[in-house]
């Protein structure tokens, strides 16, 4: 029974640790990083990156959406979220 208990419990907490998360807390977890490697320390590495010249488009995918931030250099200038499309029926 004891072993039960314990892959239930592993099996709920490997859930919660590889949850997608939301648009909300991507924000949260990015607030105050200001440059390149602030960003990277507080989110990790982004899904999506487009690049041109010295401008650059961090895309994070979240549960309910995606947080895109606009690089200049190494200063993180500019935070916008969109909202997930859902098919029509």
Same mark, same amino acid.
């Given at each position: 029974?004891?072993?039960?208990?314990?892959?239930?419990?592993?099996?709920?907490?490997?859930?919660? !640790?590889? &949850?997608?998360?939301? @648009?909300?807390?991507?924000?949260?977890?990015?607030?105050?990083?200001?440059?390149? *490697?602030?960003? /990277?320390?507080?989110?990790?590495?982004?899904?999506?990156?487009?690049?041109?010249?010295? !401008?650059? &488009?961090?895309?994070? @995918?979240?549960?309910?959406?995606?947080?895109?931030?606009?690089?200049?250099?190494? *200063?993180?200038? /500019?935070?916008?979220?969109?909202?997930?499309?859902?098919?029509?029926?």
């Amino acid at each position: 029974m004891k072993k039960f208990a314990a892959i239930v419990l592993m099996l709920a907490l490997s859930a919660c !640790l590889f &949850q997608t998360p939301s @648009k909300r807390d991507i924000t949260q977890k990015s607030m105050g990083a200001e440059t390149k *490697q602030q960003l /990277l320390t507080a989110l990790g590495k982004p899904d999506d990156t487009t690049r041109l010249g010295p !401008l650059e &488009q961090w895309v994070y @995918k979240a549960s309910d959406g995606e947080v895109m931030f606009v690089i200049i250099g190494d *200063q993180v200038s /500019l935070q916008t979220s969109n909202d997930v499309q859902k098919p029509k029926p």
